[in-house]
């Protein structure tokens, strides 16, 4: 059981350049998440998705955007990659069930813009 | 959204237990207290959940005052393997809820 799987774990980027950054789930959870950390920050929601097919922007939405297309991966989105989106990325998904465990996240994506 | 307040960081000898506060006093009567903790820079981990009552885990027991207003994360006996941030939050069991990780506390157990 894998659990959440982030893909890549480490990129570069130069200024302007697009990406996209890959979470997979296999817990058939309904809900997906996108954070961001910085240093000395806590996670900071950018997008969300409630279900497939659907998404919703978080605190820091600017400059991402999200796709869900199937209910087990949801998809990060650079289009023109800026230094202050040099960051550590987490996803993270939550089941509809009560008594959960809450989030399951994954193990980061380390991204940087130079 | 119930938000929480932690103390930024603390220190604890190895092998004794480690008390990690939580100030939660504007949690609803469905949220419950989850905690989680980040060890270096991986993924926060789940350590463990609660409504009223107190629960214990093979990790850590979570004591939650009666007003619900507080909680305290207990780490029994405290190894070198537990320094980590540790996020205290509140939220709904299950279904979707918007919820704000802070900074954490920041636990340093010293050898």
């Known amino acids: 059981n894998a659990g959440v799987t982030q893909t890549p774990k480490f990129r570069v980027l130069k200024t302007g350049q697009s990406m996209t950054l890959l979470c997979a789930q296999d817990m058939n959870h309904e809900y997906m998440y996108w954070y961001r950390q910085d240093p000395g920050m806590g996670l900071r929601l950018i997008h969300y998705s409630v279900g497939e097919g659907t998404t919703a922007k978080g605190e820091v939405p600017d400059g991402y955007n999200v796709s869900r297309l199937k209910k087990q991966n949801f998809l990060l989105g650079l289009e023109s990659a800026a230094p202050s989106q040099t960051s550590v990325y987490f996803c993270?998904?939550?089941?509809?069930?009560?008594?959960?465990?809450?989030?399951?996240f994954g193990s980061g994506t380390r991204l940087t813009v130079v | 959204d119930a938000k929480t307040t932690q103390p930024p960081s603390m220190d604890c000898a190895e092998g004794r237990a480690a008390n990690l506060p939580c100030n939660h006093s504007?949690?609803?009567?469905?949220?419950?207290v989850y905690w989680y903790r980040q060890i270096h820079s991986q993924g926060p981990q789940y350590i463990i959940h609660g409504l009223k009552n107190n629960e214990t885990n093979e990790m850590a027991s979570l004591i939650i005052t009666e007003d619900r207003k507080s909680s305290t994360l207990i780490l029994p006996h405290a190894t070198l393997r537990d320094t980590a941030v540790y996020y205290c939050?509140?939220?709904?069991?299950?279904?979707?809820?918007?919820?704000?990780f802070g900074t954490g506390t920041k636990l340093q157990v010293i050898p």
């Open positions: 504007t949690i609803s009567g469905n949220e419950y």
């Open positions: 939050i509140v939220r709904v069991s299950g279904g979707y809820q918007k919820v704000t």
């Open positions: 993270a998904s939550s089941p509809q069930a009560t008594g959960s465990n809450g989030y399951t």
